[in-house]
């Protein structure tokens, strides 16, 4: 168990749609990033918090968007879903030293959407 | 953007034999990770590599940094059933970029 949790654990939906992923970093972390994990494509990194501002941009979509909360939790929105927006999405999380872009990161269980 | 070259794509092997995988890069890396996945699951780190040459085990895992900077593998020695997954490497080249995955290697272990 990396400390890392996410929910819903599957999100099923339609076209068209708008859903909302939840994550909760570890203990004490500061950065949350997330991922988006197709079978294609591999794990392609979306986007960074640190401490409630965004840090890094991957590539995400303007359908996408996230926040990440006081409390230090995320949420990462998607709208408008599509078909090929069907994958798993993970967070993760890292101490988040200021400055530090670059610190090894611990993985939650991920999200597995699926877009009918 | 930056790609990690990851090899071999899948691999079956026999439980108790040892395997080898790596990792190359065009670009040099200041830091290189091992992640496993297990299928449903999310990518649980095995080993954190931060400098050159550095040679790193855990249990029956073995990792190591390249000289050049810009490669990396493991090994598992002994291999188990339990072995079997997904294994990615990723790595951080310099500057504030994010963590850039290999494709990673499937490995199946037959008893």
């Known amino acids: 168990d990396s400390g890392v949790t996410q929910t819903p654990k599957h999100l099923i939906t339609a076209t068209g749609q708008r859903v909302t992923l939840r994550c909760s970093p570890r203990?004490?972390?500061?950065?949350v990033y997330w991922y988006q994990q197709s079978l294609d494509q591999g794990l392609q990194f979306l986007i960074q918090?640190?401490?409630?501002?965004?840090?890094a941009k991957g590539n995400i979509l303007e359908r996408f968007s996230a926040q990440q909360f006081p409390d230090l939790h995320s949420e990462l929105n998607l709208s408008s879903l599509e078909l090929g927006d069907s994958a798993l999405y993970f967070c993760?999380?890292?101490?988040?030293?200021?400055?530090?872009?670059?610190?090894?990161?611990?993985f939650g269980p991920g999200t597995r959407l699926l877009v009918l | 953007g930056q790609q990690l070259n990851q090899s071999p794509q899948s691999m079956f092997i026999q439980e108790g034999e040892d395997v080898s995988m790596n990792c190359t890069s065009s670009?040099?890396?200041?830091?290189w990770l091992w992640y496993k996945q297990d299928p449903g699951e999310g990518p649980v780190l095995l080993i954190a590599?931060?400098?050159?040459?550095e040679l790193t085990s855990n249990g029956r895992l073995t990792a190591q940094f390249g000289i050049t900077r810009k490669d990396s593998f493991l090994n598992i020695s002994a291999s188990i059933p339990s072995d079997v997954g997904i294994y990615f490497c990723?790595?951080?080249?310099?500057?504030?970029?994010?963590?850039?995955f290999g494709k990673g290697t499937r490995l199946s272990v037959i008893a």
């Open positions: 993760a999380s890292s101490v988040g030293t200021t400055g530090a872009y670059q610190e090894t990161q611990y």
């Open positions: 203990s004490g972390d500061l950065s």
């Open positions: 918090y640190y401490n409630g501002e965004e840090r």
């Open positions: 670009s040099i890396f200041n830091t």
């Open positions: 590599l931060y400098k050159a040459g």
């Open positions: 990723a790595g951080f080249t310099s500057g504030n970029t994010p963590l850039v």
